[in-house]
């Protein structure tokens, strides 16, 4: 049994009378301490899979399993538990609580798990010792991300789940990172998922899962992940 | 194109219709709350106007001391615009039976259309002895009867009880205590009294009421009013002068000529009066001969019928005498013929006797004759008999003798012979023979018996005989001279009865002679009798006419006397009349306008107070409906950022851009206005109408939509607005679109100022912390929430306030400031009568007391213009004002004590007049009198002005120096039967009127402070309505505002709880800071309100319950908590994919 396993998941939405099908039967499976890139253009139904797997959503068939838990039928409150323990969540935008500094941001998602990692530690791995008492106005796109990620980390989630991380990002910043993304799965053996239009990244992974209008046209086990600071893009 | 644009505008609205409708709430509540109590003061000014033109209310009311007559009436009628109405009045105490009252009496007329009536109840009186009453009245139901009990000297009314046939609101008085003073008992007037006009019988009108076309058609409380009014009473004025003028000499003229013609009649009188004196005693001349022959008349009729009483009696002697002898006749002759009877009896007796004596005598002759010739045979045997005896015997005695012989010899023997046998033997033979002889001896001695009886008896025939012998002899000779006796007598009587019967036959004729007589005498005495019948009759007739001739004399005497009283009485009169003429005061006028009427100003300034709050109050309201469109829509358009980008890429010019949010706003505001102005309108001049209506009667409430004023408010408001959209849209609209289609830099977060204070925001929790700084983060809107809580706790600490100040005052003016139980008005009473009512009390209660004083209604004034009319108390004793009310301040709890020349006022009055202790205050006692007093102290009171003086002080100003009016009654507390009971009995005793228990008092009060509750319960529900707007659209805001930070809270896995309470710690803890600050914004307010909104004769409570801060500052953070509530349903709607979002 895999880390993850989807198996024939559906989800459909309806607007008005008009019932757009954005994911379609897609299976796949990602091995724990795997670094899994999904892509697919815009509409392929990758943020779905995103929400799906980020406990935001619930799908209408099919099975998610998670560390041997099924998670399509829980609840609400089964959910919110789920993110908050299980799931870490790295948004393109960020989406750091601008009132509070980073140490505080990071410690917004700490303050509601059991187990954590204190914020100036983790604040410290990701290369933000000396900026921890900074808004997050005060801070670059990149330092941003980063303390996005150590938010993430801090509680010490089964999984990484990345909402195009670099989306907002300059290329090189971009690149540190997926760096930063790629040394945490090697390091910590985490399970990373990056959900991208950017084809380019497909090379730093594990496993690429190419998606089309809600299926998944084919899973690629790359055997040979190439470092970031390959990557060109 | 602009469809398209249009379609979008209205999507817009349709998508942020939550906001779109808290924007047009706000505006309605802001504006109607604004017009309407704005429009509260003229619609209470106006309805007066209305209600006063509507009853013809007059303008002015003349008063004159010799009240108007036809001529003065025609005069003022002829100033151009003027009417007038003429009317009477008469102050009088009243009593229904059971209490008294000081009554107005004013005339009804019902052809008159100047000051009508509104009826109230009941219908209006058509028989002059119906009344209707002032509405105030209404403890006088309809059907129930007044009596006047002021005497009425100069007869003013004609009719002293009246039955109650309704009750009227006459516009004359606005207010419902207030009808004016009076000169009787405690110079209140209590009722006001209607009555048809014919019951008034003097012939000057004492009042007039003038109303006038001009001052009509002015406003009432309005300049033009004021300045009309003050040209006519000028133009009045100078009228009644003159008239007055005129009155005086025509008055005086004709007084003068009246006393002329009463002098010459005077004389007049008295020369008739000596004619009459004349009469008068030829009269008396005349009755005084007349009584002299009226007795002389008398007498001789006296000396007639007593003549004839005696021939009566005469009379009537002869007619017994002549019956009796009539008798006797009758009796004679009848003895006669008995006497004849007797006679012829007599007479045959006596031949019968003689007859008889013949044959007896011869008889006995013959009887004689054989007698003798037995005797002779007799003697003959008796002889023989005799002799035999005698033989025999001579041979017994010689037996005899020959028997004792030998008897002797024996004897002799006997003792000799000693023989017993012989002895026997002789002796026996010897008895026997003496037995023999003693037989013979014994037979002898029978038949000597027998010759001797037998002698006797011879003897005694012979004596028989010589006896019938002397007896016929005797009876010869006896029989002899009887019958010649019986033959005289017979002669005798025959000779009477002859005599006898001549003398009868002489007395009939004598007695027919005396009946003739008799018959003539009775003839007489008839005659007699009727002459005397006619004397008397003249007699009577005669004195008659005499009595009444001597009436007619005395009635002319009397009449006579009256004459002389009545000719002294002119005299005295015109005497009078000249002194009158000499003294005569000219007559004095008066003026009276609706100002001096009572509450008319005050209801003026009432609706000035509103005005007042009107310029303060609905301000809240205006900054906050404000402060809220603003912030919507700012939000709007920071919402539709990129929208406006790409309308601007698209080359959409600014102002096509702007004019959809102009237009988005400008309609909630339109629609708002309309909305709020029409409630508005109505509803707040409505209650706060109704709430004077407790205390003022003005029949109209006009509370017309007030277009001018409703488009002159709308049109600023939205052009507020416009400015609002302006200043929202400026910072939006003018940039590249380039700019504009990238996200906005959000707020950054910053550390506040809180955070240097280091120990303390160690000791926060991160939450805690969190919420500081997001509280600061947005300070716009933070300000804009504290200012909405703010707004909302100060104007409910307000009405709460409100509400407290005036249910304070009934608790705290009944408990705490008057110090009496009851009141006992009384007229003129002393200290010893007054003991008697303590008796009383102290019975029920033995603590109890009572304490007199002189209580009476003044007009009081400080300076320029402030005058006051206040309860003026002298208390019995200056030591005893404590006993009626509590001498002490409000504010510095200091006691005063009441002395000579010093006044204690009440607090409101104090404030009314604009004095300080110190200053000094004037007393009118009268038009010419006045009195000054230093104020010496300002009493807390609340309900009424009064002003203590001590008795010497009152005593100096009034000239009046005993009798007590009023009575304060002090006792514990007993039960409400037992209290009735005790003021039974004191209304029972003389001198007490009537009598009033504070705690009736109290609770007619407190249910009139009940009615104002209306207004606070408005008050509250605005400020209400304002909370749930502000706290309503500002949670809205702030969650709009941070949906992606919300959307981000729950990917990270907060549950709900944590994220309710991430977002609305901060607005439930600006909600307490707000209501925190709120209540002291709330306590100033709170003041200026009840400062404005006091009624002149009420002061209200200055005191705000502990309780009202708590529940102020808790229903506003209650509500708060309800709108966050409700707003977390909003919240559970977020969408965690807005995280995954773009920024926008």
């Known amino acids: 049994m895999s880390f993850i396993s989807l198996n024939g998941v559906t989800k459909r939405y309806r607007t008005g009378n008009v019932v757009i099908e954005a994911a379609k039967n897609m299976t796949f499976d990602i091995e724990k301490g795997e670094l899994a890139v999904i892509v697919g253009p815009s509409g392929s139904g990758k943020t779905t899979i995103l929400n799906i797997l980020g406990g935001m959503d619930s799908s209408d068939s099919g099975t998610i399993s998670v560390d041997g838990t099924d998670i399509q039928f829980f609840n609400r409150k089964q959910l919110i538990e789920y993110r908050r323990h299980d799931v870490g969540f790295i948004f393109q935008f960020y989406n750091l609580i601008p009132n509070l500094t980073a140490r505080e941001n990071v410690e917004l998602a700490a303050q509601i798990t059991r187990d954590f990692i204190p914020a100036e530690v983790i604040l410290e791995k990701v290369g933000l010792k000396d900026r921890m008492d900074n808004f997050p106005a005060q801070l670059s796109g990149g330092e941003q991300q980063r303390v996005s990620i150590a938010r993430a980390?801090?509680?010490?989630?089964?999984?990484?789940?990345?909402?195009?991380?670099?989306?907002?990002?300059?290329?090189?910043?971009?690149?540190?990172?997926?760096?930063?993304?790629?040394?945490?799965?090697?390091?910590?053996?985490?399970?990373?998922?990056?959900?991208?239009?950017?084809?380019?990244?497909?090379?730093?992974?594990?496993?690429?899962?190419?998606?089309?209008?809600?299926?998944?046209?084919?899973?690629?086990?790359?055997?040979?992940?190439?470092?970031?600071?390959?990557?060109?893009? | 194109m602009k469809n398209a644009a249009f379609k979008n505008t209205l999507r817009t609205i349709w998508r942020t219709r939550a906001r779109y409708f808290s924007i047009l709430c706000i505006v309605a509540l802001g504006v109607g709350f604004f017009a309407g109590i704005k429009a509260s003061k003229p619609d209470m000014i106006r309805s007066t106007d209305i209600y006063s033109d509507s009853q013809n209310l007059m303008h002015f009311r003349l008063v004159s001391t010799w009240g108007f007559d036809e001529a003065d009436v025609e005069k003022i009628s002829a100033v151009p615009g003027a009417s007038v109405k003429r009317s009477y009045f008469y102050d009088a105490i009243i009593s229904n039976g059971s209490d008294e009252s000081e009554a107005h009496f004013i005339s009804y007329d019902k052809d008159s259309d100047i000051n009508q009536l509104w009826l109230k109840d009941g219908r209006f009186p058509v028989k002059s002895t119906e009344c209707l009453l002032d509405s105030a009245a209404s403890a006088f139901v309809n059907g129930s009867r007044i009596t006047v009990l002021t005497k009425d000297p100069n007869?003013?009314?004609?009719?002293?009880?009246?039955?109650?046939?309704?009750?009227?609101?006459?516009?004359?008085?606005?207010?419902?205590?207030?009808?004016?003073?009076?000169?009787?008992?405690?110079?209140?007037?209590?009722?006001?009294?209607?009555?048809?006009?014919?019951?008034?019988?003097?012939?000057?009108?004492?009042?007039?009421?003038?109303?006038?076309?001009?001052?009509?058609?002015?406003?009432?409380?309005?300049?033009?009013?004021?300045?009309?009014?003050?040209?006519?009473?000028?133009?009045?004025?100078?009228?009644?002068?003159?008239?007055?003028?005129?009155?005086?000499?025509?008055?005086?003229?004709?007084?003068?000529?009246?006393?002329?013609?009463?002098?010459?009649?005077?004389?007049?009188?008295?020369?008739?009066?000596?004619?009459?004196?004349?009469?008068?005693?030829?009269?008396?001349?005349?009755?005084?001969?007349?009584?002299?022959?009226?007795?002389?008349?008398?007498?001789?009729?006296?000396?007639?019928?007593?003549?004839?009483?005696?021939?009566?009696?005469?009379?009537?002697?002869?007619?017994?005498?002549?019956?009796?002898?009539?008798?006797?006749?009758?009796?004679?002759?009848?003895?006669?013929?008995?006497?004849?009877?007797?006679?012829?009896?007599?007479?045959?007796?006596?031949?019968?006797?003689?007859?008889?004596?013949?044959?007896?005598?011869?008889?006995?002759?013959?009887?004689?004759?054989?007698?003798?010739?037995?005797?002779?045979?007799?003697?003959?045997?008796?002889?023989?008999?005799?002799?035999?005896?005698?033989?025999?015997?001579?041979?017994?005695?010689?037996?005899?003798?020959?028997?004792?012989?030998?008897?002797?010899?024996?004897?002799?023997?006997?003792?000799?012979?000693?023989?017993?046998?012989?002895?026997?033997?002789?002796?026996?033979?010897?008895?026997?023979?003496?037995?023999?002889?003693?037989?013979?001896?014994?037979?002898?001695?029978?038949?000597?018996?027998?010759l001797d009886a037998n002698q006797a008896e011879y003897d005694r025939y012979c004596a028989e005989l010589?006896?019938?012998?002397?007896?016929?002899?005797?009876?010869?000779?006896?029989?002899?001279?009887?019958?010649?006796?019986?033959?005289?007598?017979?002669?005798?009587?025959?000779?009477?009865?002859?005599?006898?019967?001549?003398?009868?036959?002489?007395?009939?004729?004598?007695?027919?002679?005396?009946?003739?007589?008799?018959?003539?005498?009775?003839?007489?005495?008839?005659?007699?009798?009727?002459?005397?019948?006619?004397?008397?009759?003249?007699?009577?007739?005669?004195?008659?006419?005499?009595?009444?001739?001597?009436?007619?004399?005395?009635?002319?005497?009397?009449?006579?006397?009256?004459?002389?009283?009545?000719?002294?009485?002119?005299?005295?009169?015109?005497?009078?009349?000249?002194?009158?003429?000499?003294?005569?005061?000219?007559?004095?006028?008066?003026?009276?306008?609706?100002?001096?009427?009572?509450?008319?100003?005050?209801?003026?300034?009432?609706?000035?107070r509103i005005g007042n709050i009107a310029k303060v109050f609905p301000a809240f309201f205006i900054i906050v409906a404000a402060l809220v469109s603003i912030t919507g829509m700012s939000r709007l358009v920071s919402e539709e950022r990129t929208q406006i980008g790409t309308l601007k890429a698209l080359g959409y010019s600014g102002f096509r851009i702007f004019s959809k949010y102009l237009f988005y706003c400008l309609s909630a505001t339109f629609l708002g206005c309309i909305l709020g102005l029409s409630i508005g309108y109505k509803l707040f001049p409505f209650v706060i109408f109704k709430a004077y209506s407790i205390l003022y009667r003005i029949q109209v409430i006009n509370i017309p939509f007030q277009w001018a004023d409703a488009i002159i408010i709308t049109s600023i408001s939205l052009a507020v607005a416009a400015l609002t959209v302006l200043f929202s849209c400026l910072k939006a609209v003018t940039p590249v679109p380039a700019q504009l289609m990238r996200p906005a830099a959000p707020a950054s977060g910053k550390r506040v100022l809180f955070e240097r204070i280091k120990f303390i925001w160690k000791r926060l929790s991160f939450f805690s912390k969190v919420t500081v700084r997001n509280a600061f983060r947005y300070k716009k809107r933070m300000i804009m929430t504290l200012i909405g809580i703010m707004g909302c706790t100060a104007l409910m600490l307000c009405g709460f306030a409100l509400k407290d100040s005036i249910s304070d005052i009934v608790a705290k003016q009944f408990d705490d400031v008057m110090h009496f139980s009851a009141m006992a008005y009384a007229d003129g009473i002393e200290r010893e009568e007054i003991n008697e009512i303590e008796n009383i009390v102290r019975s029920y209660d033995k603590s109890g007391s009572v304490t007199a004083a002189i209580q009476k209604s003044y007009s009081v004034s400080a300076g320029e213009g402030k005058t006051q009319n206040v309860y003026v108390v002298a208390p019995e004793s200056s030591d005893k004002a404590d006993r009626i009310i509590d001498t002490?301040?409000?504010?510095?709890?200091?006691?005063?004590?009441?002395?000579?020349?010093?006044?204690?006022?009440?607090?409101?009055?104090?404030?009314?007049?604009?004095?300080?202790?110190?200053?000094?205050?004037?007393?009118?006692?009268?038009?010419?009198k006045k009195a000054d007093f230093k104020v010496s102290g300002i009493l807390e009171n609340y309900i009424y002005h009064y002003m203590f003086v001590s008795p010497e002080s009152y005593a100096e100003m009034s000239g009046e120096t005993s009798g007590y009016n009023m009575l304060y009654i002090r006792y514990g507390i007993i039960d409400a039967n037992q209290e009735e009971q005790m003021a039974a009995e004191i209304v029972n005793t003389d001198h007490v009127l009537t009598m009033m228990l504070q705690s009736v008092v109290r609770k007619m009060f407190s249910k009139m402070m009940e009615a104002l509750n209306l207004v606070v319960l408005v008050l509250i529900l605005s400020a209400v309505l304002l909370a749930v707007v502000v706290l309503y659209n500002l949670a809205s805001i702030n969650?709009?505002?941070?949906?992606?930070?919300?959307?981000?809270?729950?990917?990270?896995?907060?549950?709900?709880?944590?994220?309710?309470?991430?977002?609305?710690?901060?607005?439930?803890?600006?909600?307490?800071?707000?209501?925190?600050?709120?209540?002291?914004?709330?306590?100033?307010?709170?003041f200026f309100v009840i400062n404005t909104a006091e009624i002149d004769m009420v002061m209200f409570g200055r005191e705000i319950h502990i309780w009202s801060y708590l529940l102020a500052w808790g229903l506003t953070v209650l509500?708060?908590?309800?709108?966050?509530?409700?707003?977390?349903?909003s919240l559970k709607k977020i969408s965690m994919v807005e995280a995954l979002k773009s920024v926008d």
């Open chain 2, 888 to 928: 002490k301040s409000r504010t510095t709890k200091e006691r005063y004590t009441l002395e000579p020349g010093y006044t204690l006022l009440t607090e409101k009055l104090a404030k009314n007049l604009d004095v300080k202790i110190g200053d000094t205050v004037t007393i009118s006692v009268s038009d010419t």
């Open chain 2, 155 to 450: 007869g003013t009314i004609s009719n002293t009880d009246f039955t109650v046939v309704g009750h009227a609101y006459s516009s004359m008085y606005v207010s419902d205590f207030e009808h004016g003073n009076t000169m009787l008992g405690d110079g209140d007037i209590d009722v006001v009294v209607f009555i048809p006009k014919d019951n008034f019988i003097i012939d000057v009108y004492t009042e007039l009421y003038v109303v006038f076309e001009d001052m009509k058609a002015e406003n009432v409380y309005s300049n033009g009013y004021l300045a009309a009014e003050t040209r006519r009473k000028a133009e009045l004025e100078a009228l009644l002068k003159e008239t007055g003028a005129e009155r005086y000499t025509r008055t005086v003229a004709e007084a003068e000529n009246k006393i002329t013609e009463a002098e010459a009649e005077i004389e007049d009188g008295e020369a008739k009066l000596r004619e009459a004196e004349k009469e008068l005693a030829d009269a008396k001349s005349q009755l005084e001969e007349g009584e002299k022959q009226l007795e002389e008349g008398r007498a001789l009729l006296e000396e007639k019928r007593l003549e004839l009483e005696e021939g009566k009696k005469e009379y009537e002697a002869g007619e017994a005498e002549y019956n009796r002898k009539t008798i006797d006749a009758a009796n004679a002759s009848t003895a006669i013929i008995e006497a004849r009877r007797q006679y012829s009896e007599g007479y045959e007796e006596y031949t019968e006797a003689a007859l008889r004596a013949e044959k007896e005598l011869s008889d006995a002759r013959e009887q004689i004759s054989v007698a003798e010739v037995n005797l002779e045979h007799g003697k003959e045997k008796l002889d023989e008999a005799r002799e035999t005896y005698e033989t025999v015997r001579k041979l017994y005695d010689d037996a005899f003798h020959v028997y004792e012989e030998l008897r002797k010899s024996y004897e002799d023997i006997k003792e000799t012979i000693g023989m017993d046998k012989e002895k026997g033997l002789i002796k026996e033979q010897f008895d026997k023979a003496y037995e023999f002889f003693l037989s013979i001896g014994a037979k002898l001695d029978e038949s000597k018996a027998e």
């Open chain 2, 1039 to 1086: 969650i709009a505002e941070r949906t992606r930070e919300i959307a981000t809270l729950e990917v990270l896995g907060f549950n709900d709880k944590e994220v309710s309470m991430y977002i609305f710690r901060e607005s439930i803890v600006l909600s307490i800071i707000g209501a925190l600050l709120g209540l002291g914004l709330g306590r100033i307010l709170a």
């Open chain 1, 153 to 233: 980390l801090s509680k010490k989630p089964k999984l990484l789940l990345c909402d195009e991380p670099t989306g907002a990002l300059d290329y090189a910043t971009g690149k540190m990172i997926l760096k930063l993304l790629q040394d945490t799965c090697r390091e910590d053996n985490m399970t990373v998922i990056i959900v991208t239009h950017n084809s380019a990244l497909t090379a730093m992974a594990d496993k690429v899962i190419h998606v089309r209008s809600g299926e998944t046209v084919k899973v690629i086990k790359n055997d040979v992940p190439v470092p970031v600071e390959d990557i060109e893009w």
């Open chain 2, 1119 to 1129: 509500f708060s908590l309800v709108v966050n509530l409700f707003m977390n349903r």
């Open chain 2, 466 to 608: 010589d006896d019938a012998r002397v007896k016929y002899e005797a009876g010869v000779k006896t029989s002899e001279e009887e019958l010649a006796k019986a033959e005289k007598k017979l002669s005798d009587a025959k000779a009477e009865i002859e005599y006898n019967e001549d003398l009868m036959i002489n007395g009939a004729a004598l007695l027919e002679e005396g009946r003739k007589k008799l018959d003539e005498a009775k003839k007489q005495i008839e005659e007699g009798e009727v002459q005397l019948a006619e004397g008397e009759a003249e007699l009577a007739e005669k004195s008659a006419e005499f009595e009444e001739a001597k009436a007619k004399y005395a009635a002319g005497l009397e009449e006579y006397n009256e004459g002389v009283a009545k000719i002294e009485a002119a005299k005295a009169e015109v005497e009078d009349g000249k002194r009158q003429i000499s003294e005569l005061e000219r007559p004095e006028s008066f003026i009276y306008t609706r100002y001096d009427n009572g509450g008319y100003e005050e209801f003026g300034q009432n609706a000035e």
